[in-house]
């Protein structure tokens, strides 16, 4: 168990919706990562939070968007849904964010949500 | 433009013989390699790392050298059991906290 919790586990929905995935980070981790696989594909790297701010971003959408909390949970929100979203999405989770040595960069990855888009 | 490649899909070896993986990059920035596992339904798990500054880590049967002259970093698993089956992701991080995943490699060991 990694201690990243992603909910929910399985995720059906119609084109053209828009729906919320929700991550908790490991406990007194600050940074979060938001991560697409699609079928046969890499991780595709999304955005990044640190402490609340985004810190970096990758190849997001832009029907796409996320925050951070103050309790630091993460929600990825995923709208104007198309068949093309279908794909596992994993949170991580890390101790830091820049500056801190190996260690602090080392992610932790929640066991994702697969969202299917029919 | 990926700035990190695992150019083999997939690897096959025989129990007890030595899995190579491969990983190579573009970016002279990156100040950490890292290697993750990911077993079917589940997330990857973080396995062995390896500073810029170092050229090999080992770890039990684990070994990652990395050869930043070529910008090539390899991880050695010996002796390969069938629990090693898995997709395996190399990533790489700059100190600025942004990693860049390759898009992995599944190794099969064959009892």
């Known amino acids: 168990d990694s201690g990243v919790t992603q909910t929910p586990k399985h995720l059906i929905t119609a084109t053209g919706q828009r729906v919320t995935l929700r991550c908790s980070p490991r406990s007194g981790d600050l940074s979060v990562y938001w991560y697409q696989q699609s079928l046969d594909q890499g991780l595709q790297f999304l955005i990044q939070y640190y402490n609340g701010e985004e810190r970096a971003k990758g190849n997001i959408l832009e029907r796409f968007s996320a925050q951070q909390f103050p309790d630091l949970h993460s929600e990825l929100n995923l709208s104007s849904l198309e068949l093309g979203d279908s794909a596992l999405y994993f949170c991580a989770s890390s101790v830091g964010s820049s500056g801190g040595g190996l260690a602090k960069n080392i992610q932790y990855f929640g066991a994702g949500t697969r969202l299917s888009v029919l | 433009d990926q700035q990190v490649k695992q150019n083999s899909p997939s690897l096959s070896v025989q129990e007890g013989r030595i899995s190579i993986l491969n990983c190579d990059y573009t970016n002279s920035m990156f100040d950490y390699f890292l290697w993750y596992k990911k077993y079917p339904a589940e997330g990857p798990t973080f396995l062995i790392s390896?500073?810029?500054?170092?050229d090999k880590n080992e770890d039990g049967r684990f070994t990652v050298f990395l050869n930043k002259s070529a910008k090539h970093l390899s991880l050695h698993i010996v002796p390969s059991q069938p629990g090693d089956s898995a997709v395996y992701f190399c990533?790489?991080?700059?100190?600025?906290?942004?990693?860049?995943f390759g898009d992995g490699t599944t190794l099969t060991v064959k009892p």
């Open positions: 390896i500073s810029s500054i170092k």
């Open positions: 990533a790489a991080t700059t100190n600025a906290g942004k990693s860049t």
